[in-house]
């Protein structure tokens, strides 16, 4: 004999008043505000980037044009067909339209593949190397910077403070060259680039998994040394000033614990500013990935921009640019969000 559970069935009055409650709070609001003003930040952006794109002088098939071997017809045939031949105006609303309402973002002239395939391909490991550097920049940058307050002025804390000085003191082109060096002089011990190794599909998903990771090692840490020195001496600076706040005072004078009284009290809000830093992370790393992918042939949405300008593939360059903004947007929708869950003070209805 078998037993059914009883089956939930809402009225539409219900369904309704749910459905309302959900669109008008106050986390959708914000986040429908936050859409609207990022679709009008794309559309201006990608306006700019286009036409900025074109201040270059040429254009994708200047080497076509060299070669005597291909005839002024075929030349002409590729125009009409990368859309080169129009105005600049109707380039850049004919690539909009496509994109706005078909969801196309064209044809790459160097890969003669559509580019949302290409991009399909390289986000996903641009997304990987910056998620992991941001967790590895965050588990060394905090727990420094808070020993670095607690311990002020002595010499743990001066040590810190020097190593993170020299962290922001040398570029991410630096950092890469060094972490090659490292693994030339070390090897087999780091791999010097690519993603996987060349079995790579024979091993088991665990060996993948692995595979994978072995190969994030140095691109991780190459993008992260220069984003941790930075983030421990704000982290440093922000508990400072946390603790030497009245209420802290109250509490040690109420005779709390000291692990409790920084730990609990000062460190949750010393976060707080942290948090909004999150979205800007994602800007840096895709910065510094321009360098990072290309020294440790990580296939990635950086490296493939590089590769786009110099071969002023225009609509792949677009599609990457737009990708690029869109990870900013939503970097920074996170944070806000992750802000308000972290301190309840905080009203995204106050945010701008």
């Known amino acids: 004999m078998t037993s059914t559970r009883p089956q939930i069935r809402r009225s539409p009055v219900e369904i309704w008043e749910l459905g309302r409650t959900t669109l008008t709070s106050e986390t959708s609001l914000y986040i429908l505000k936050r859409v609207l003003q990022a679709l009008l930040t794309l559309g201006l952006a990608s306006a700019f980037s286009f036409f ?14 060299q070669n005597p071997q291909i005839s002024p017809e075929t030349i002409q045939q590729l125009e009409k067909q990368f859309g080169l031949d129009q105005p600049l105006i109707n380039q850049y609303f004919l690539w909009l339209g496509q994109v706005v309402f078909h969801v196309n973002f064209g044809e790459s002239f160097a890969y003669q593949r559509p580019v949302a395939e290409i991009l399909s391909e390289r986000i996903p490991n641009t997304l990987l190397l910056s998620f992991a550097s941001i967790i590895v920049t965050w588990a060394i940058a905090i727990p420094l910077g808070i020993v670095g307050a ?21 570029p991410t082109i630096i950092t890469g ?26 091993f088991t998903w665990l060996g993948k998994l692995l595979d994978i990771g072995w190969h994030m090692i140095l691109p991780t840490l190459a993008l992260s040394v220069t984003s941790y020195a930075g983030l421990q001496r704000i982290m440093r600076g922000q508990l400072l000033d946390v603790l030497r706040q009245d209420y802290i005072q109250t509490a040690r004078a109420k005779g709390l614990p000291e692990n409790r009284v920084i730990y609990v009290h000062a460190l949750r809000n010393a976060l707080n500013p942290m948090i909004t830093l999150l979205g800007f992370e994602f800007a840096s790393l895709l910065g510094g990935a321009f360098i990072t992918e290309n020294y440790f042939n990580w296939p990635g949405l950086g490296r493939l921009i590089l590769q786009a300008v110099q071969a002023q593939d225009l609509y792949l360059v677009m599609a ?29 209805s106050e945010m701008t």
């Open 150 to 170: 607690v311990r002020q002025n002595q010499f743990l804390d001066k040590a810190l403070r020097v190593l993170s000085y020299v962290g922001q003191g040398i």
């Open 177 to 202: 060259l060094l972490l090659l060096f490292l693994a030339q002089s070390t090897a087999p011990l780091f791999p010097i680039g690519g993603r996987t190794s060349i079995n790579h599909e024979d």
């Open 320 to 348: 990457s640019l737009m990708m690029g903004a869109v990870m900013l947007i939503a970097g920074n929708l996170l944070a806000d969000i992750t802000l308000t869950l972290v301190d309840p003070r905080i009203k995204l």
């Open 52 to 65: 900025i794109i074109q201040l270059s002088p040429g254009d994708f098939l200047d080497l076509y044009r």
